[in-house]
């Protein structure tokens, strides 16, 4: 009959009710996505051995390269990201990198202007458990100066051309001797 209600179908709308509960507790909490776990001795003994950043000029050799599975990712405003970014990066702002999703085979380099939010993201995504995280540690500043602008003696190494020609592979303009005023010691002099 509809609408009369036996004890019996109370008791399967109770267990189905109660294993529901059950999947909730062990599915955790909506909310622990953001929420990682930090361990400060690996970080610390990976930022000692310098493992936790890249270079601009190993940066672009990956890009150079496509090496499998680089993410690069931008951290800094919309507008910046706008204005200029490295070659095949990805906007993600900082408040919205807990909300990002990563695959764990990924290599992901992340950067900002000069290197300390990168830095800082480079802490959020370790804490979440990304193992193959990586940051430019003097940021866009960096690739500016070591890809797109680079100094090389006049009588260059075979290193030396090689940074020379992977300058000109991104649009950038190597420069014979010493920069004259490299973009970080301007930011430098402009105190920021």
């Not at 830095?119 to 995280?133: D, H, K, N, T």
Request: glycine share 8%; charged share 25%.
């Amino acid at each position: 009959m509809i609408g009369r209600d036996t004890s019996g179908s109370r008791r399967a709308l109770a267990r189905v009710a109660l294993a529901l509960g059950a999947g909730a507790v062990l599915a955790g909490s909506p909310y622990a996505a953001g929420r990682g776990r930090i361990d400060v001795q690996a970080l610390a003994r990976t930022s000692e051995r310098e493992d936790d950043h890249v270079t601009a000029v190993e940066l672009a050799r990956w890009i150079r390269e496509r090496r499998p599975a680089v993410r690069v990712v931008d951290v800094r405003t919309r507008k910046e990201f706008d204005e200029y970014h490295i070659p095949t990066a990805e906007w993600i702002p900082l408040d919205s990198l807990a909300r990002a999703r990563f695959d764990a085979n990924e290599t992901i380099v992340l950067y900002s202007e000069g290197g300390g939010h990168a830095a800082q993201a480079w802490v959020f995504l370790r804490a979440l458990g990304y193992p193959r995280v990586f940051y430019l540690r003097s940021g866009l500043y960096e690739w500016l100066d070591d890809v797109m602008s680079p100094a090389v003696p006049a009588i260059p190494s075979p290193a030396d051309s090689a940074v020379a020609a992977l300058s000109r592979y991104f649009g950038g303009v190597p420069h014979v001797g010493e920069r004259a005023a490299t973009t970080v010691a301007k930011v430098r002099r402009r105190g920021c």
